[in-house]
């Protein structure tokens, strides 16, 4: 699944095509994205807006429309987003909407799983919608080591199941979660409440160091993500645990593990990230 570095640079691919420009139709072909909305209503809504610009809140897309309006996307398992000058986009079954743009760009949104979502809010209901679901910006200046250790207070699940909590963080998904974890040498099983303040400092840093690195390289390609104009991402070459299961860790040379915590598949260097702290 896209997490905050893959979104984001979908965003700053996409901003450039869209902002400004008006949008002269669109299709959207599958109920599942906009349900229970029809889709053609949100179709109709959408022909004739002018695009604003185009935000992120955690894994979320925003694309701000002139009237006010913002469509809500979340990619999912499998959504991604093409733009391509008018009618050179190749056919694809998988294509659930089209938007044709005045600028001569179409953007195609193209999903195999189908649990991507498409939602078009009113101006004064974005804030309650994601207030109700996503927790502070990582990268935000105002996410700083303090806030951090508010959040952590008292909290019991084991630290890879809070950072992978949407509500408490927004935009850390598992791949960037194992990252920042090894990178701060604390166990995933860690109950979050319990980490030192060294810890604390050190984790905050290590999870903006790991979604840096991953907008740098312009996110992780695994499966199906592709950024706007149909190149794979750089950062599954530089994982140093996700998915390296009993290759030898960077630091220290030893085979990196593989647990299950809340039900996700968590890798980790049993050296350099102990149980307990020492
Ligand atoms: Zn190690």
Not at 59 to 71: C, D, E, M, T
Not at 72 to 94: F, I, K, N, Q
Not at 116 to 137: M, Q
Not at 151 to 161: F, Y
Request: aromatic share 6%; with cysteine; net charge positive.
């Amino acid at each position: 699944m896209p997490e905050l570095p893959e979104v984001e640079t979908i965003r700053r691919r996409l901003a450039p095509v869209l902002e400004g420009a008006t949008i002269e139709s669109a299709e959207i072909v599958d109920p599942r994205l906009t349900r229970p909305v029809e889709p053609e209503s949100v179709a109709r809504a959408l022909v004739g807006e002018r695009i604003a610009s185009v935000d992120r809140r955690g894994k979320y897309l925003l694309v701000r429309l002139a009237s006010g309006r913002i469509l809500v996307v979340h990619l999912r398992m499998t959504g991604s987003l093409r733009h391509a000058a008018r009618g050179t986009l190749p056919e694809d079954a998988h294509r659930r909407a089209t938007l044709e743009l005045d600028s001569g760009a179409d953007l195609a949104y193209r999903d195999v799983r189908r649990f991507g979502t498409w939602e078009l809010l009113d101006a004064d209901h974005v804030r309650p919608y994601f207030a109700a679901r996503l927790g502070p910006e990582p990268l935000a200046a105002s996410f700083t080591a303090a806030r951090f250790a508010r959040l952590l207070e008292g909290r019991r699940a084991p630290i890879k199941a809070f950072l992978l909590d949407q509500r408490r963080i927004a935009g850390v998904g598992n791949i960037y979660a194992d990252e920042a974890l090894w990178r701060a040498r604390i166990h995933p099983l860690r109950t979050a409440g319990e980490l030192s303040s060294d810890e604390i400092a050190q984790l905050h840093r290590a999870l903006r160091a790991a979604l840096r690195k991953g907008i740098e390289l312009q996110g992780s390609t695994l499966s199906t993500y592709v950024t706007p104009d149909g190149n794979t991402g750089g950062m599954q070459h530089e994982f140093h645990v996700y998915g390296r299961l009993g290759e030898p860790c960077d630091r220290c040379g030893r085979p990196i593990v593989r647990i299950v915590v809340g039900g996700r598949g968590t890798w980790y260097c049993p050296h350099c990230q102990r149980a307990r702290s020492l």
